[in-house]
């Protein structure tokens, strides 16, 4: 079915019936205008050379060459008929039939292919269709376990349906070690953008991370919020809840929770400008916990990720991973300071993709 072509030109049967017909009547009416010159010549050139031939031999001969002359002429009109009606149908069959194909199919490859409303209306199956036949010859030649594979892949980006992504991301976090447990700061800067025009978001989470609770602190607290530079009372537009419950506080909280820090206003992206959002807060966990995980909650084009541990009395071992489907060993941590790790991925990052962080003395 793939190879199919319907849609090709070729020469229409009536026209080519009609032709063929018209050139045979032709031949055969110049075989008849033949015989009959023929005849003619027969009957007037013995008169013509008669020596007694009398005035009615000499008008009746008048009449016979005046009737070949026209006879001629017909003939010879017919005879370039049919040399015209031969030439063209040999020029059809031969030269027009392959030029009207070449010129369909780069109709086909060059403009109706590359036109966004003929692949709008494609019905969606044949979209897809087409969209794997292209990364056949592209990437993957005759593999059809790899296509299957890229495929795979392919669908479960699109389905994710992403509504934001970040043109960059800056995480940086410094760990300090307490008395009674871990503290860190962190502060997130990045700039977003929507993949619609505009996309609106309710109770947009800032900050949220999975804790033990220790008491007498909070486990997770915004200290600060910047939105295209104008600073926000996080006192009036940051609440805080928890999984399954209305805050942070709740008693049985004994057991590690989801802990979110979320916008009460409405948060907007956009997709023809950048909205610049920089959020600083801390998190406090036990002193047994010395593993750190942070996430992407979108996609992300430039991510940038520093760890740092605050102190200057002792010597710790960091170990990370940054993980994710483009992470490959190009982004290879490196230490700016000691008890300092930081990556630079410049290439997309996807939701969950991240960085793994343990350390110890």
């Given at each position: ?89 040999l020029l059809s ?84 070690i307490l008395p ?15 993949f619609k025009k ?164």
């Amino acid at each position: 079915m793939a190879n199919k072509r319907p849609y090709k030109f070729f020469i229409n049967k009536e026209t080519v019936f009609l032709s063929v017909v018209i050139f045979f009547l032709c031949l055969v009416v110049v075989f008849i205008l033949s015989s009959k010159i023929n005849e003619i010549e027969e009957i007037a050139i013995p008169t013509y050379i008669s020596s007694d031939k009398s005035d009615k031999d000499t008008n009746i001969l008048q009449k016979r060459l005046e009737e070949k002359v026209i006879l001629c002429t017909i003939k010879d009109i017919l005879v370039v008929i049919c040399t015209i009606l031969g030439t063209n149908f040999l020029l059809s069959l031969l030269i027009q039939k392959k030029s009207q194909n070449d010129l369909y199919d780069k109709f086909l490859t060059e403009d109706l292919l590359q036109n966004k409303k003929f692949i709008e209306s494609m019905p969606e199956n044949n979209r897809k269709i087409l969209l794997k036949y292209i990364e056949k010859i592209d990437y993957l030649g005759d593999n059809e376990i790899y296509s299957e594979l890229i495929s795979n892949v392919r669908d479960k980006i699109v389905n994710y349906k992403y509504k934001y992504y970040f043109e960059t991301n800056n995480t940086s976090i410094i760990c300090t070690i307490l008395p009674d447990c871990i503290e860190k700061k962190i502060t997130k800067t990045y700039e977003a953008k929507s993949f619609k025009k505009e996309e609106p978001f309710d109770e947009f989470p800032f900050a949220q991370s999975s804790l033990e609770p220790i008491n007498g602190r909070r486990s997770i607290e915004i200290t600060s919020l910047k939105i295209n530079d104008e600073i926000k009372d996080v006192s009036k537009f940051i609440d805080y809840k928890i999984k399954d419950s209305e805050n942070i506080y709740h008693k049985n909280s004994n057991y590690t929770k989801k802990i979110i820090g979320f916008y009460k206003d409405t948060m907007k992206f956009y997709s023809d400008k950048t909205t610049k959002v920089e959020v600083v807060y801390t998190t406090y966990v036990p002193l047994r916990d010395r593993v750190y995980t942070t996430r992407l909650s979108a996609p992300c084009k430039k991510y940038d990720f520093r760890f740092r541990i605050n102190d200057s009395t002792k010597q710790y071992i960091l170990h990370s991973q940054a993980f994710g489907f483009q992470e490959d060993a190009t982004k290879t941590p490196a230490g700016c300071q000691p008890n300092e790790i930081s990556y630079t991925i410049n290439d997309w990052t996807f939701p969950a993709d991240g960085v793994f962080i343990t350390f110890n003395e």
